[in-house]
């Protein structure tokens, strides 16, 4: 069975960094493409990063130049390196996995709160 | 970037069809999925491929694709399947990758 479990959310002021987690089980990290998408409270869903084979990696705008995905074999995890965080950036953050050829997001994390505020 | 477009809110009484849209341009030439989010909890896939049902899915559930407009179909609503529905499509089409959500449709039942 496919499961995903982000860890790793917090209360962090602006401007600083934090890194969530996400494990996976029941399929390998490394052999799938893999995205974070985040839900602002009472907002909708919103994309924000993709990591394919090869480690390609795609953005959204919102966080180009802020957030890294990378993902480690070896544990089987996916992870998102946040820096320069902005109170905008409070959501709950999700961790999906895509699957070829249109990459439609097939499983899903519950979700980690990242709080950014003083 | 691609733009998709959802009403806020579908009322339809239980045992009723419920049809929720997502307008794009030429939408029909994209393969659209979507998603059934009840609060407090993650999205779950129940379209993908337009018209394409997951395992676990029931069959109440279906979609269509052409022109401007996707549209997913519940019928026989259930007061089970009160929740917020996305529709979602992959854009490439800049060369850049983006994963395109609609902003949402709240069903009540």
């Known amino acids: 069975e496919v499961q995903l479990a982000e860890s790793g959310g917090g209360l962090i002021r602006p401007g600083g960094s934090l890194r969530i987690s996400c494990a996976a089980s029941g399929f390998t990290v490394s052999n799938n493409y893999m995205s974070w998408v985040r839900q602002a409270p009472g907002k909708g869903l919103e994309w924000i990063s993709v990591?394919?084979?090869?480690?390609?990696?795609y953005y959204a705008d919102s966080v180009k130049g802020r957030f890294t995905i990378s993902k480690d074999a070896s544990k089987n995890m996916l992870y998102l390196q946040m820096n320069s965080l902005r109170a905008e950036d409070t959501a709950v953050y999700y961790c999906?996995?895509?699957?070829?050829?249109?990459?439609?997001?097939?499983?899903w994390g519950q979700g980690t709160l990242v709080t950014v505020s003083t | 970037s691609y733009v998709l477009t959802q009403p806020p809110s579908v009322s339809v009484a239980p045992g009723k069809t419920a049809r929720i849209t997502c307008g794009g341009n030429n939408i029909g030439g994209r393969s659209v999925h979507w998603f059934q989010q009840k609060p407090g909890q993650a999205p779950v896939l129940v379209i993908y491929y337009d018209n394409e049902r997951p395992s676990g899915i029931p069959e109440r559930f279906s979609g269509s694709n052409s022109g401007n407009t996707a549209t997913l179909t519940i019928s026989g609503v259930e007061a089970g399947d009160e929740a917020d529905y996305y529709c979602q499509v992959w854009d490439t089409a800049s060369g850049d990758h983006f994963y395109v959500f609609g902003p949402g449709t709240k069903v009540t039942v």
């Open positions: 990591i394919y084979g090869g480690d390609i990696t």
């Open positions: 999906a996995r895509n699957l070829p050829p249109e990459n439609h997001f097939d499983s």
